[in-house]
């Protein structure tokens, strides 16, 4: 898995292999059964997984409900950046879905060894870009699309979502219940009749 590693950095930004090989030593092999938690509601936000193999969800609680936020999909990096940014214990919990193959860093060692490596600085400033522009993309989502608009957003530019993740996290992910859900998808799939002239 520490190649997969290499080859997701390298095409997230060039870097040197004396860098590449710092970094890589920051991680330790996980593996994380399926419903286990890499991190859980109230614990300390301190660690950053490369998401392997497998799938984790993440999600938040209010009054005893599930809300979906995410769903992040190997190759791909996983924390609670807020929590870890403001030095206040975790809101989101992440969950696998399936068994899960991680590595992990204790975040304060990456942000130490950015500070020593320009390679390794830009791979954390990224980082950081695409956690902001994923989160602004999806409040937006929610102010300016209806559950349909996406839906089809979803289909189109995540379709391993709809292929692996169970119909009522999509539907929390969505932000509707998942009768709606069952709603919008038989409309999307009724054949469309036109009107010849």
């Known amino acids: 898995m520490e190649e997969a590693f290499r080859v997701f950095i390298n095409r997230l930004h060039p870097c040197p292999p004396a860098d590449l090989d710092a970094f890589a030593a ?5 593996l994380l059964p399926k419903h286990a938690y890499f991190q859980r509601e109230g614990e300390p936000c301190r ?3 490369f998401v392997g193999t497998g799938y984790l969800r993440g999600f938040y609680t209010k009054d005893g409900t599930e809300i979906t936020s995410n769903f992040i999909f190997g190759p791909s990096f996983a924390m609670d950046y807020y929590g870890y940014s403001t030095r206040t214990p975790a809101t989101l919990n992440l969950e696998a879905l399936t068994a899960s193959e991680l590595l992990v860093c204790e975040f304060a060692q990456l942000e130490e060894l950015a500070g020593r490596s320009l390679a390794i600085s830009t791979i954390y400033r990224l980082f950081i870009s695409h956690l902001y522009n994923f989160n602004h993309q ?8 209806t559950p349909e608009e996406r839906y089809r957003k979803l289909a189109l530019e995540r379709p ?11 539907a929390s992910y969505l932000g509707i219940t998942p009768t709606s859900l ?5 409309r999307l799939a009724a ?3 036109t009107v010849s002239a």
């Open 26 to 30: 920051l991680f330790a092999p996980r």
């Open 47 to 49: 660690q950053l997984a």
């Open 138 to 145: 999806r409040n937006r989502s929610f102010i300016y699309e």
């Open 160 to 170: 391993k979502v709809l292929a692996h993740i169970p119909q009522h996290y999509i």
């Open 182 to 186: 069952s709603r919008i998808r038989r």
């Open 191 to 193: 054949p469309q009749h």
